[in-house]
């Protein structure tokens, strides 16, 4: 394991209860996972340039004491994030159900990003124990968009409808209107090659979803 206060130079903070109290915390991963963690902020300041600098990050957890991937040091919750050009956004305000659509967009954004980097991702959509934050894991590698996973499948549901206003129903099950919207949406993006099989098909799928949801824009 190893120790870190900043992620490529970015702070992470511990939120607490009463807002506002933010603090340095010595947070623990493996070398691998924070590695990933790097290539993960810089794809994020990338995609979201436009905003200005990421200010800071909130996390509620790396690596927990239990069973799992934050018991290995390979996951991390995220709560929020800040860009100095005012703009944030919070899982843990459960940004993801938000009566305003370029915040829906935005958090999309991020969560698109995260899954650039990490297989398994789960949001506000996937249940009720994630809808105040992001969860980011190694578990499952490498990277792609499986029909058979609801992480996936709900992802993909919401994303269709806050871009393209398929009226999916978000449920975490893969039929042939979900299979429909996808493929819309990917050839909208200009995607060549099958993000079910190929990382680098899906990861530039995502690339295209990060980038209209820091800029509002529909698909």
């Known amino acids: 394991m190893i120790t870190f206060q900043r992620i490529d130079g970015t702070p992470v903070y511990y939120w607490r209860s009463s807002r506002g109290d933010t603090t340095l915390r ?5 070398q691998a996972f924070y590695d990933a963690l790097v290539l993960w902020i810089r794809d994020l300041r990338a995609y979201s340039s436009a905003y200005g600098s ?3 990050l909130v996390s509620a957890g790396f690596y927990v004491n239990k069973p799992g991937q934050h018991g290995a040091g390979t996951a991390m919750d995220l709560d929020y994030v800040r860009w100095s050009g005012g703009q944030t ?24 990003v995260c899954r650039r980097r ?3 991702v789960l949001d506000g959509w996937y249940d009720g ?18 029909t058979g996973s609801r992480s996936d499948t709900v992802f993909v549901q919401s994303m269709c409808n806050n871009f393209m206003g398929s009226g999916l129903a978000v449920d975490g099950q893969w039929g042939p209107l979900t299979t429909n919207a ?21 990861r530039n799928m995502l690339g295209g979803i990060a980038q209209r949801g820091f800029a509002n824009q529909a698909i």
Do not use: E, M
């Open 118 to 120: 990490f297989r398994y």
């Open 89 to 112: 956004i919070s899982p843990l305000d459960g940004h993801h159900a938000s009566g305003t659509q370029s915040i829906r967009r935005r958090y999309l954004a991020v969560d698109a």
């Open 129 to 146: 124990a994630h809808t105040d934050h992001i969860h980011s894991d190694f578990g499952g590698l490498p990277t792609l968009c499986q």
């Open 54 to 56: 990421v200010t800071y």
């Open 26 to 30: 010595n947070w623990q991963c493996t």
């Open 182 to 202: 996808f493929n819309q949406a990917k050839s909208r993006l200009g995607i060549t090659g099958d993000p079910h099989t190929s990382t680098t098909a899906w």
